[in-house]
């Protein structure tokens, strides 16, 4: 195993030099004279030095390569990089960070510390002296990655839904492990790679959320609602009478256990300007049957009013609120991820839900 991550940092390693050899052949007044990758033994070093001219000065790029960009990995490494760029009598000396992909907050990060960085997506950025050179990426070739796709697994949603609903407070693992029904295996898992990210930090009371708008941003991007079947309807009740069958339904379904207000529907009931006529819910086989008998819904292939989804995962029904008495419907965050994924007026739906439920409703207590 300690093989195969040595090859991979290899990888890495002969990557990013050329990386950097093809940036200095395009600037004019750098020229490279010499490059070496590094082999440490007793003590710190970076993992490859370039040599080179700086118009008519001598410099030393120092390159630490990582095969982990975030964050938390990357405040363990400035310190060493600095120590190294603070020995004296060394000459003129700049450092740079290196990974695979250097996130915006990473990528930060470096800049506020004096540090420049590179990774394999594209981003670079140099600035000393009167170089300076800023390259930002369109894109993330490495977005789909394992460690992302673990965070924003279905079993991995049933512990972030937890840590993200308000109001947010802290957990021990213990407690976020029966609060969320997955193994100790999965929470632990999911607390590393919230950390790594710095969305969570650790106290003496637990983990807690501590950028849950970015945390939740992400998940927006690799959030796809998986159903078992997605059904229109058509019931010719309406008015108070709809309403007095809706809230039976809901009733009968233990109290939302197997049948809420999903998306636009659940939204309109936490943002009055939200609007959609046609009624969305989830169900599963239990609520789906009580809702048809309630409702007298019809199958209707198009111009149906009653959108019913049964979801592979009973995750949708956890989190549920009672939003107004007998009504109930999906949680904050699960109405706000299947609103970002419901299209163009969905995403201005979320945004209202964001701004005016969600943030005032994770701010912490004076």
């Not at 070093?45 to 990357?74: F, K, S, T, Y």
């Not at 000396?93 to 510390?113: D, H, M, T, V």
């Not at 939200?274 to 169900?283: D, F, G, I, S």
Request: hydrophobic fraction near 40%; glycine fraction near 8%.
């Amino acid at each position: 195993m300690k093989q195969a991550e040595k090859l991979k940092l290899r990888d890495l390693e002969d990557k990013t030099l050329f990386a950097l050899k093809e940036l200095c052949s395009s600037v004019p007044f750098l020229t490279l004279r010499s490059w070496r990758q590094e082999k440490t033994s007793g003590g710190y070093r970076p993992d490859i030095v370039l040599a080179m001219n700086v118009g008519d000065r001598h410099w030393e790029w120092l390159v630490e390569c990582c095969l982990n960009g975030q964050p938390r990995e990357l405040r363990g490494v400035i310190p060493l990089i600095k120590s190294v760029l603070a020995e004296p009598g060394k000459g003129n000396r700049y450092a740079l960070f290196a990974a695979p992909f250097l996130s915006e907050e990473s990528r930060r990060l470096c800049a506020e510390a004096g540090l420049g960085y590179v990774d394999l997506a594209g981003n670079v950025h140099v600035s000393f002296e009167q170089v300076y050179i800023d390259v930002r990426a369109q894109d993330n070739p490495f977005k789909e990655k394992r460690s992302l796709r673990s965070l924003f697994s279905a079993k991995a949603g049933r512990v972030l839904r937890v840590l993200l609903t308000p109001p947010l407070r802290s957990w021990k693992v213990k407690d976020l492990q029966l609060a969320s029904g997955v193994s100790l295996g999965q929470v632990s898992n999911v607390r590393k790679l919230l950390l790594d990210r710095e969305w969570a930090e650790v106290s003496r009371e637990g983990i807690h959320i501590e950028k849950p708008e970015a945390l939740l941003c992400a998940w927006r991007e690799s959030y796809e609602g998986e159903y078992l079947s997605e059904e229109t309807f058509s019931t010719t009740i309406s008015g108070e009478a709809f309403d007095a069958a809706f809230r039976k339904a809901l009733e009968e379904s233990s109290g939302g256990a197997h049948l809420v207000l999903a998306s636009y529907s659940a939204a309109r009931l936490y943002v009055p300007y939200v609007r959609q006529e046609t009624l969305c819910v989830y169900a599963d086989a239990e609520g789906k049957g009580i809702l048809k008998q309630n409702l007298g819904l019809k199958p209707m292939e198009t111009g149906g009013n009653v959108v019913v989804i049964e979801p592979r995962e009973d995750d949708v029904f956890t989190g549920r609120v009672e939003v107004v008495p007998g009504i109930w419907c999906t949680g904050l965050v699960q109405t706000w991820l299947d609103l970002g994924v419901a299209g163009e007026h969905g995403l201005g739906a979320a945004d209202l839900l964001l701004q005016q439920k969600l943030l005032p409703a994770w701010k912490k207590p004076e």
